[in-house]
């Protein structure tokens, strides 16, 4: 590799020993890989790997979209810095760009979904959201784009691949007598709901209230077995925003604990004000 890169013109540098810090970028796309991809399934052999390695390279590249990105795709992030004039540089193969479509399917009646959107229409409206709207949760951003872009599917449409991440999350505690056996003993149920399907991610009873423990254990069992969403609802508790005066304005620029974790992992962090906006409850 020295050889080459000398032949080439390109200059070799090391990072320190122990400091994957330095190679930030590297590290971030591993992970990625290793939670949207191969830790959420098996190959049997060496060529059912590489095929399906091509299909997730084409999603990676052309059709998954980051906030880091402001909504972008690595594509669209390329394209951007291109000289003008000079045709865009591929980042796979053009038989990797363009495999067999998959036909959404209704999980229940196993036929296509009538909720499907095209692929067209998908793309403006999220060209419509990183360009004109960007900052509105989904629901709202969704209300405007039917109102004055034209939008005629809802919401929620199905992916492209069963296994979907979800969009958005929403986590909420509950304290209640829960079990019937011991009515006199409360318990905190602790809830992650999917906004788009409703389907319930995950549940807890936590005997010491909604802790910074259990929110985070929580949290973490749904992100490792789904992958990252791009925005999580929440209520204005201590473990979610820190508020200065009761009842006051939330400070922002004083992060919680739970608040570092979503800035590093590039999750947008939305505030409910009422029980209409935690679908938990």
Same mark, same amino acid.
């Given at each position: 590799?020295?050889?080459?890169?000398?032949?080439?013109?390109?200059?070799?540098?090391?990072?320190?020993?122990?400091?994957?810090?330095?190679?930030?970028?590297?590290?971030?796309?591993?992970?990625?890989?290793?939670?949207?991809?191969w830790g959420r399934q098996r190959?049997?052999?060496?060529?059912?790997?590489?095929?399906?390695?091509?299909?997730?390279?084409?999603?990676?590249?052309?059709?998954?979209?980051?906030?880091?990105?402001?909504?972008?795709?690595?594509?669209?992030?390329?394209a951007a810095h291109q000289p003008?004039?000079?045709?865009?540089?591929?980042?796979?193969?053009?038989?990797?760009?363009?495999?067999?479509?998959?036909?959404?399917?209704?999980?229940?009646?196993?036929?296509?979904?009538?909720?499907?959107?095209?692929?067209?229409?998908?793309?403006?409206?999220?060209?419509?959201?990183?360009?004109?709207?960007?900052?509105?949760?989904?629901?709202?951003?969704?209300?405007?784009?039917?109102?004055?872009?034209?939008?005629?599917?809802?919401?929620?449409?199905?992916?492209?691949?069963?296994?979907?991440?979800?969009?958005?999350?929403?986590?909420?505690?509950?304290?209640?007598?829960?079990?019937?056996?011991?009515?006199?003993?409360?318990?905190?149920?602790?809830?992650?709901?999917?906004?788009?399907?409703?389907?319930?991610?995950?549940?807890?009873?936590?005997?010491? !209230?909604?802790?910074?423990?259990?929110?985070? *254990?929580? /949290?973490?069992?749904? +992100? &490792? $077995?789904? @992958?990252?969403?791009?925005? %999580?609802?929440?209520?204005?508790?201590?473990?979610?925003?820190?508020?200065?005066?009761?009842? !006051?304005?939330?400070?922002?620029?004083?992060? *919680?604990? /739970?608040?570092?974790? +979503? &800035? $590093?992992? @590039?999750?947008?962090?939305? %505030?409910?004000?009422?029980p209409a906006t935690r679908r938990?409850?």
């Open positions: 590799m020295a050889l080459r890169s000398g032949l080439l013109g390109i200059r070799h540098r090391y990072i320190r020993p122990r400091r994957p810090q330095q190679n930030g970028k590297v590290e971030r796309s591993h992970r990625i890989d290793q939670e949207e991809f190959f049997p052999d060496f060529e059912a790997a590489a095929a399906a390695l091509r299909g997730w390279e084409t999603r990676y590249n052309y059709e998954r979209f980051s906030l880091a990105l402001q909504g972008r795709t690595a594509a669209e992030k390329l003008p004039g000079k045709p865009p540089r591929p980042l796979v193969s053009a038989r990797a760009r363009h495999p067999k479509p998959a036909v959404n399917l209704d999980r229940t009646q196993q036929v296509p979904s009538p909720k499907r959107a095209p692929v067209a229409d998908v793309q403006r409206l999220l060209a419509l959201y990183r360009d004109r709207d960007q900052g509105f949760n989904v629901r709202h951003f969704h209300s405007l784009a039917r109102r004055q872009h034209g939008v005629r599917f809802g919401h929620a449409f199905p992916s492209r691949r069963p296994g979907r991440v979800p969009a958005a999350l929403h986590l909420d505690g509950s304290r209640h007598r829960w079990l019937t056996r011991v009515p006199d003993h409360g318990l905190t149920l602790i809830a992650v709901v999917d906004d788009a399907t409703k389907r319930l991610l995950c549940a807890a009873l936590r005997d010491r !209230g909604e802790s910074v423990v259990a929110i985070m *254990t929580a /949290l973490r069992a749904v +992100l &490792a $077995r789904h @992958g990252l969403p791009m925005a %999580l609802y929440t209520d204005r508790a201590h473990w979610a925003v820190h508020t200065p005066v009761a009842g !006051g304005a939330p400070d922002r620029r004083r992060l *919680t604990q /739970l608040g570092r974790a +979503l &800035a $590093r992992l @590039g999750i947008e962090p939305i %505030l409910g004000y009422s938990p409850q």
